[in-house]
């Protein structure tokens, strides 16, 4: 629950200050034009660059590497598999291929279902992520292995945790629907053709590594050393479906933000050249340093949740955690990918400007507050748990002791799509903030920011108020 929810629960409340409304000199580039050409800056700093150089080869190198390991492991276990029958491939691909096919026509659905009910979407899926969830770990326990015991235990203890979190958080609901409605009302040209291909290109993708994992699988009798690969290729898994989704983050958050900071209407074209072009550095490792920071903080609102200030060895770890957590934060967190998209600046420096921008016009705690991520992370969860069961239960009946492996790939395969599906919804979130920030007495924007910051306002001045009585 603490993973979801992004407010520190150890910072005393403070007063938000609604910035000001003195006009603010506008970036050359964003005077209100059609933007067909690319016009890219380049504000990266030397030490930026050579990251960037370094990561992009890293990033490359890692598919080569990857595609040579898939397509070795799987020849070798199916030529391997023609002699000792160990392995079943006709009882163990067409559940995970399916999956993947499943995942992509749930993504797609899913994101086309937001930008269609924009004001329904939110407390859905936090109903539907629960119960689907749940049916996963029950699922899973039906299974009846050891393994899938403690995988059903832990999914059904998720499902209660989301359920609890719901409640925690319905008195956001009602902003989060609003700015969600507001920042995707108007999408940029060829969003859902490009939304379309990414998916495309995941789907194709994870059906090449479920070949190179079914290859571990049909030699690990004979090497010690097939787990290890088949983690390598979840590693890149990870890795790959990150990157496509953040790139399509950037330049998706590019084309807003240059709309909403002046009113330009960019080609989406032109802008995912040039993220494929110029950011492919930046956007790889970010896309290393965002999950891992986000796992990282996670952990740290959990201990400080669980431990709190109950004894003073725990506080002092506590203490330690979060000042750890806050301070990778400011250096690399999600929404310094519009920076990135737009000035062209390295991640850890887009990173920092973003986030000192947001403390420096107040708006640091309602970042927190921002429950968008939750929604992406719910839907990638509940369309995991969806292609899971389409996997598990093919698998019980087919083959029932590939049931347990097969549905957590399954379930893998399908956060991830759906992840890079309503990667799009996201970005436009992002860059309306940001935007916004930037300039927030600007004529692209409504009341709804101000009037949450001064809800906000009212409501920590009535806890200080309470705290001294």
């Not at 006709?90 to 559940?95: F, G, I, M, V």
């Not at 004979?222 to 990157?243: D, P, V």
Request: aromatic share 12%.
């Amino acid at each position: 629950m603490a993973m979801l929810n992004n407010s520190d629960t150890t910072t005393p409340p403070q007063i938000i200050q609604i910035p000001p409304q003195a006009p603010q000199q506008r970036l050359p580039f964003t005077v209100p034009i059609k933007a067909q050409v690319s016009s890219f800056p380049n504000t990266t700093t030397v030490a930026g660059q050579t990251a960037r150089r370094v990561f992009k080869i890293l990033f490359y190198l890692h598919l080569f590497l990857v595609a040579a390991l898939v397509t070795l492991l799987t020849i070798y276990g199916l030529v391997s598999d023609s002699h000792t029958h160990h392995f079943h491939p006709k009882k163990w691909y067409p559940q995970l291929l399916a999956s993947a096919a499943c995942a992509g026509i749930v993504g797609f659905t899913w994101q086309w279902i937001t930008a269609r009910h924009s004001t329904r979407v939110v407390r859905l899926v936090f109903w539907l992520s629960p119960l689907l969830i749940c049916a996963m770990g029950i699922m899973f326990v039906c299974i009846g292995t050891a393994v899938s015991l403690a995988v059903g235990v832990i999914a059904l203890v998720c499902a209660l945790v989301q359920s609890l979190y719901f409640c925690w958080v319905n008195p956001r609901f009602e902003y989060a629907t609003r700015i969600l409605s507001v920042s995707i009302a108007f999408p940029p040209n060829r969003t859902q053709g490009l939304t379309l291909y990414s998916i495309l290109i995941g789907t194709l993708y994870c059906c090449f590594l479920v070949a190179g994992i079914g290859g571990g699988r049909a030699i690990e009798n004979r090497t010690k050393l097939a787990a290890f690969f088949i983690f390598l290729i979840l590693l890149s898994l990870g890795w790959t479906m990150q990157f496509l989704k953040n790139a399509m983050y950037v330049t998706i958050s590019r084309v807003k933000y240059m709309n909403f900071a002046g009113g330009v209407d960019m080609d989406t074209r032109v802008a995912f050249c040039d993220t494929i072009k110029h950011l492919t550095g930046s956007v790889s490792m970010g896309s290393i340093l965002v999950p891992v920071i986000v796992l990282f903080r996670g952990f740290a609102r959990t201990t400080s949740l669980v431990g709190g200030d109950t004894d003073e060895f725990m506080f002092s770890c506590v203490s330690c955690y979060m000042g750890v957590a806050s301070f990778l934060v400011v250096r690399g967190n999600r929404w310094g990918f519009v920076h990135v998209g737009v000035y062209n600046k390295g991640f850890v420096q887009a990173s920092t400007d973003t986030w000192e921008m947001f403390i420096r016009v107040g708006l640091e705690q309602l970042i927190d507050l921002d429950l968008t991520g939750a929604f992406c992370f719910l839907s990638g969860v509940g369309t995991g748990a969806i292609c899971s069961l389409v996997s598990g239960i093919w698998s019980i009946v087919m083959h029932k002791s590939y049931a347990t492996e097969v549905s957590i790939y399954a379930f893998l395969i399908g956060y991830f799509i759906c992840r890079l599906a309503i990667a799009w919804v996201q970005a436009c979130v992002s860059a309306y903030y940001v935007a916004y920030a930037e300039n927030p007495q600007s004529t692209q924007f409504d009341s709804t920011i101000p009037v949450r910051l001064e809800q906000l306002n009212r409501s920590q001045a009535l806890q200080i108020f309470r705290g001294k009585l």
